[in-house]
């Protein structure tokens, strides 16, 4: 994730097949909740939440990686999760939105 744009791994997977980043501190206009509106666009379903009290202050997108789950889909996965940092890299100000929290429902 690192490679792809600015963001920070806060799991790598070598417990659980699962990763969790953020987007780093001062390093634009966007949010995580900004990326997983992006890529959802292209059809992915990716949470973005901020952790519980204490930690509230903290926002992330985790990603499941589940069985079955090819390298073909992940490198369209990577494709897209590109595409959408690039373009809100390029963004001058941050997008309009009602709240952080309004990004992702179930």
Known sequence: ?????PYELLSDGSQ???FAFRVAPDSGHFTVYDVADHVRQRGWLVPAYSFPKDLEDISVIRL???NGFSRDLAR???E??????AFLQR???PLP???E???FHH
């Open 64 to 66: 499941v990686i589940r």
């Open 101 to 103: 929290q309004s990004a």
């Open 91 to 93: 963004l001058q100000q």
């Open 1 to 5: 994730m690192a490679e792809i744009g």
């Open 80 to 85: 897209d999760l590109r595409r959408a940092t």
């Open 76 to 78: 369209i996965l990577i």
């Open 16 to 18: 659980l097949p699962v």
């Open 97 to 99: 939105r009602e709240s």
